[in-house]
Nanobody, 114 residues
Framework: QVQLVESGGGLVQPGGSLRLSCAAS????????IYWYRQAPGKERELVAA????????HYANSVKGRFTISRDNAKNTVYLQMNNLKPEDTAVYYC???????WGQGTQVTVSS
């Protein structure tokens, strides 16, 4: 079964950290770029970070540069999103996406609040 499964979301105080995971199955994970998106209530889904397949080059939204780090472990078929110095405006459902396979995960909720 071709799928992406996110985990690692939760409630964290401003300034805190979380690490999200996106586990892939059913396809040759190492051959595909993986993107992290987020969607806050009442807002459009936005691209947060992306990592390429071949050279693991990365791209970040301006709003998360210097705070978030995307990485991948092809041996574990997993992409990570390390989120540091979280802000209330980072509150959203976070989704991973493989555009080359046109598949999305189910999402994981991140809430940043004191």
């Amino acid at each position: 079964q071709v799928q992406l499964v996110e985990s690692g979301g939760g409630l964290v105080q401003p300034g805190g950290s979380l690490r999200l995971s996106c586990a892939a199955s059913g396809f040759t994970f190492s051959s595909y770029a993986i993107y992290w998106y987020r969607q806050a209530p009442g807002k459009e889904r936005e691209l947060v970070a992306a990592i390429a397949s071949i050279d693991s080059s990365t791209h970040y939204a301006n709003s998360v540069k210097g705070r978030f780090t995307i990485s991948r472990d092809n041996a574990k078929n997993t992409v990570y999103l390390q989120m540091n110095n979280l802000k209330p405006e980072d509150t959203a459902v976070y989704y991973c996406h493989a555009p080359g396979k046109n598949i999305w995960g189910q999402g994981t909720q991140v809430t940043v609040s004191s």
